[in-house]
C-alpha cells in the first residue's frame, strides 16, 4: 500500500545513528513542531542525504507516513550552514539551540515563529565572531523559551506586577526563575529569589527584544555574554525541566572566554 507523501521545509537539529547506515533524524518544521523521520543510507558515502541532511541544515524533503516514524523519499537543500559545522566555536554555539529545540518542540504543536527564529539565528551564527557568538545563541534560546510560552519578567514583579524598572536599579536585584521574573521590594519575603545582577538582567532584556540583525553588532563583552547564558541556562531548567548537555559543554569549551 502506498504511504501518504508529505512535503515539508525543515531544519535540522539532530541526527542519531540506526542500525548499519541509516539515520533519525530530529528536525524543526516550518510550523515549528518537531519532524522525526528516517534517513534510508544516509551514513553510506554514496548517499544523497549526506550532503543534504547535515546538521544544522535546511532542506526541503518528501516524507512518507507510514505506521512508525516517517521515511525521507526525497532531499533538496536550501541552506547548508556548513560555517556551524566546520568551525569549532560555532558548532559548540549552534549546538544548544538545537538541542533546546529537540526538547520544547512537539510533533503536534505549532510554533510557527520558532523555525524563522532558528534559521535567522543559524545564518547570524555562521558570520559571527567573538563574543557575538555567544550573544546570538543567548538570545535564540531566550526568544525560543518566549515563542513557547516562557517570557521572562524584567519590567513588572512577577508576583504582584508592580513596576520594577531595572534602569534605576541597584547594582543587584531579586530574581526569582519559579515565579517568572523580577520581583519588587514588598514581594521579595513571599517569595523564593536569588539575586541576579542587573547588568545581566538588562542582557537578557536586550537579547530577548533585540533583532538578532542587532545582537550580532551590539559588542557584547565575553562576561556580559556568558552571563546571560548562563541566566538562560537557569531558565531553561526550571521552565523547560531539562539541563542542556551542550551548554555545558559551552561553559567547560573555553568559549565563553573568546
Ligand atoms: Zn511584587
Redesign the pocket.
Known sequence: MAHPIESRRVIVLRKTKLGESDLILRCLGQDGSLVEAVAKGARKPTSSFASRLELYSCADVLLAQGRGLAIVKEARLVEGNAALRSSFERSVAAAPAAELLTRVAQPDLVHPRLFDLTRAAFDRLARAEGPAVLALVAAHLLKAMAMVGFQPSFSA??????P?DLDAAPSCVPFSFLEGGV??????A?VETTVQATETLRWARYLLSARLDEVAAVGIGADAAAGALRFDQAWIKVHADCRLKSLEFLFTSGLQAV
Open positions: 514583579c512577577s508576583r504582584c506586577g508592580a520594577v520581583v519588587c521590594p514588598a514581594c521579595r513571599h
